[in-house]
């Protein structure tokens, strides 16, 4: 059995850095990293086309493709939590 006591200031710390990394530096990434890498996609693309139309704009709309954008910006933070738990998960404690 887990016996697990959380540390709710820590987690809400770490939630908060992850979610705004999520919803500013990381769309950046991905752009720049597009264009550095010569991805054809990103090549004709303006950066403030690819913020108001395919990551930030869809928001608004509802459905899958506002999901799926949620998803993409909620990225760093499922990443780092998923990795949180499988390092307490094989830490052996």
Same mark, same amino acid.
């Given at each position: 059995? +887990?016996?697990? @006591?959380?540390?709710?200031? @820590?987690? %809400?710390?770490?939630? %908060? /850095?992850?979610?705004?990394?999520?919803?500013?530096?990381? &769309?950046?990434?991905?752009?720049?990293?597009?264009?550095? +890498?010569?991805?054809?996609?990103?090549? #004709?693309?303006?950066?403030?086309?690819?913020?108001?139309?395919?990551?930030?704009?869809? /928001?608004? #709309?509802?459905? %899958?493709?506002? /999901?799926?954008?949620?998803?993409? +910006? +909620?990225? &760093?933070?499922?990443?780092?939590?998923? %990795?949180?738990?499988?390092?307490? @998960?094989?830490?052996? @404690?």
């Amino acid at each position: 059995m +887990l016996s697990m @006591k959380i540390d709710w200031s @820590k987690e %809400l710390w770490l939630s %908060l /850095l992850f979610v705004c990394v999520g919803f500013t530096i990381w &769309p950046l990434m991905c752009y720049y990293g597009g264009r550095a +890498l010569t991805i054809e996609y990103f090549q #004709d693309m303006h950066l403030r086309d690819w913020a108001e139309n395919r990551v930030y704009g869809p /928001l608004a #709309d509802g459905g %899958l493709r506002s /999901l799926s954008r949620l998803l993409f +910006l +909620l990225g &760093p933070y499922f990443t780092m939590l998923g %990795l949180r738990i499988l390092l307490y @998960k094989f830490s052996g @404690k």
